[in-house]
């Protein structure tokens, strides 16, 4: 019989624990859904994951480019995807497992001012969720390299349009989510304190790569990442996600074994990463996350939890709070 494939259920099998500390409570505010000829990630597998041990009550979607609009205006197409997670994440509310309470969507950023167009049709069409934007900035120097290469354009951040549009997400009370590589990060800081008045997420440690060109260059980069995340910190603004450490394309190498990633695993190759940034940000601007189901490809959801809980076990109950849940709703208002 064949070895299970990495990233089946019956390869994440493979590595069982004991769920630690079951009753904390937790927002896990990064996961996506989509359906994707055979690789679908919807309600049913979200809750396979969010009810297998750990107490996540509530999650947030963010954008994907899942089911966009098929026609129609290029801008206004992103609205399918809130079309499609709202519509499961008002199945969620009515019980059964952890409640999608926010959405982060899609608009183009360079519409500058006139991107209230779109801001405001995610408004109506995510019925009480829509948090937020993310429009990716990663810049794959190397796509043949990568599982999902960044396909933006190089230096997107210092677009005097995509800023304008920055600004006007913090001017309605919007948020920014940021995806970008290891080596765009000193342009995100700048990014943010050109736009102080809108609140800025880092998604996955800034995209630390570790493969192609990358690859076996992780201390020299890892020096450098750690002064570019205490120069974003200084940026009031800006808030770490932190998670997203186990895709492919970070090079740990989890997705190319017979076996998983356990909770020692991950806490041993990414606990530098963790404690790096929650010394720059401090426990209240900073939220663990899952990203799944891409880190699925690494780890299982309840192992994953596991390390995080392993890794904030030095901290005082307030910032366990903080960082498992009260920075995500305070951040994307759940």
């Known amino acids: 019989m064949a070895d299970p494939t990495p990233g089946t259920q019956e390869w994440l099998d493979q590595v069982v624990e004991e769920i630690l500390e079951p009753d904390r409570a937790i927002i896990d505010p990064h996961h996506h859904l989509w359906q994707r000829g055979g690789f679908d990630y919807v309600l049913a597998d979200l809750w396979a994951d969010t009810e297998s041990g750990h107490n996540i009550e509530k999650t947030v979607f963010v954008q994907c480019g899942a089911s966009y609009r098929e026609s129609g205006p290029e801008h206004m197409r992103p609205l399918g995807e809130t079309d499609f997670v709202v519509a499961i994440a008002e199945d969620s509310a009515k019980g059964g497992g952890a409640e999608i309470a926010g959405i982060v969507g899609r608009a183009d950023l360079r519409l500058g001012d006139s991107v209230e167009e779109v801001l405001s049709a995610h408004e109506e069409a995510g019925h009480g969720r829509f948090r937020g934007i993310r429009h990716s900035a990663a810049h794959a120097t190397h796509p043949d390299t990568l599982s999902i290469p960044g396909r933006a354009p190089a230096g997107l951040y210092a677009d005097n349009n ?147 809980k392993k890794i904030a076990a030095g901290f005082s109950e307030d910032e366990k709070q903080a960082m498992f849940y009260g920075t995500a709703a305070r951040v994307y208002r759940l």
């Open 162 to 308: 995509f800023r304008d549009g920055v600004k006007a997400l913090g001017q309605l009370g919007y948020s920014f989510d940021a995806w970008h590589y290891h080596y765009q990060n000193a342009e995100f800081a700048d990014l943010a304190a050109s736009a102080p008045g809108t609140t800025m997420i880092l998604d996955h440690f800034g995209g630390v790569l570790g493969v192609g060109p990358y690859d076996g260059k992780r201390e020299e980069i890892f020096e450098q990442w750690k002064q570019d995340i205490a120069l974003i910190a200084e940026r009031e603004n800006v808030v770490a996600k932190i998670g997203g450490l186990a895709m492919p394309d970070n090079g740990f190498g989890w997705n190319l074994r017979d076996t998983p990633a356990t909770s020692d695993e991950l806490v041993a190759a990414h606990k530098r990463y963790y404690l790096h940034t929650i010394e720059c940000f401090g426990p209240r601007r900073c939220m663990f996350e899952s990203n799944f189901p891409v880190d699925k490809r690494s780890i299982s959801y309840p192992v994953l939890w596991n390390a995080l």
